[in-house]
């Protein structure tokens, strides 16, 4: 007999005789599988072979997956295009009031359809911010610094003796929470006088041990 055979099992008879054409498209169709085992007289010397052995037989399998595979594919796509849909617009009706067999959930979370008599409204979330007004106050000048100032101004009427303390107060007055310019305007000012009080106190000093 001429022509191609192929054997699904051993408890199969083999099918066939087909041509060359008809071997393809039983391969291309997934009735010949790479594990089949085909005979030819010619192309496997009478003796049976699997297909994957033979190129044209194994390509034509191979493309025959291809195709299905896109074929499902496209009904796969095909399906869900028709079962996704675009609802009508319905015209809105107020809702009625609810009644002893019927109850109203408030739902401020994702929505939910409707469940026999139960009504799911969406509501959106109060906010919780609670914005406080506080009225900006004047940051108060520290008493060191007004203490400070004082001696250092009119410490230059003590010949500069005052402004020891003065001086001092001011510079505490720097580690203190406040404006510091009035601290900083009694280091200028009572510097000076420090400074004059220790040049004559000095000199006082030496002209009473000279003596």
């Not at 796509?77 to 109850?103: E, F, G, I, L, N």
Request: overall charge positive; charged content about 10%.
């Amino acid at each position: 007999m001429t022509g191609w055979f192929f054997l699904v099992d051993d408890a199969t008879p083999h099918q066939g005789p087909f041509t060359d054409k008809e071997i393809l498209l039983a391969a291309y169709e997934g009735r010949v599988r790479p594990e089949t085992r085909v005979q030819h007289p010619t192309n496997t010397k009478g003796q049976w072979v699997e297909a994957r052995r033979l190129t044209s037989i194994l390509a034509s399998y191979q493309q025959g997956i291809a195709a299905r595979q896109v074929f499902e594919e496209q009904e796969a796509a095909a399906k869900a295009r028709a079962t996704t849909h675009v609802p009508v617009a319905q015209p809105v009706h107020a809702a009625p009031p609810p009644t002893t067999t019927q109850s109203v959930v408030i739902n401020q979370a994702a929505p939910a359809p409707i469940l026999n008599n139960t009504v799911v409204v969406q509501a959106a979330a109060p906010s919780t911010a609670v914005h406080y007004h506080v009225p900006l106050q004047a940051e108060r000048t520290s008493g060191f610094a007004i203490a400070g100032f004082l001696l250092a101004v009119f410490g230059w009427a003590t010949c500069g003796m005052l402004c020891i303390p003065g001086v001092g107060l001011c510079v505490k007055a720097l580690f203190c929470p406040g404006p510091r310019a009035l601290a900083i305007a009694g280091i200028l000012v009572g510097t000076p006088g420090v400074l004059f009080f220790l040049f004559w106190g000095m000199a006082f000093f030496l002209s009473l041990v000279t003596r």
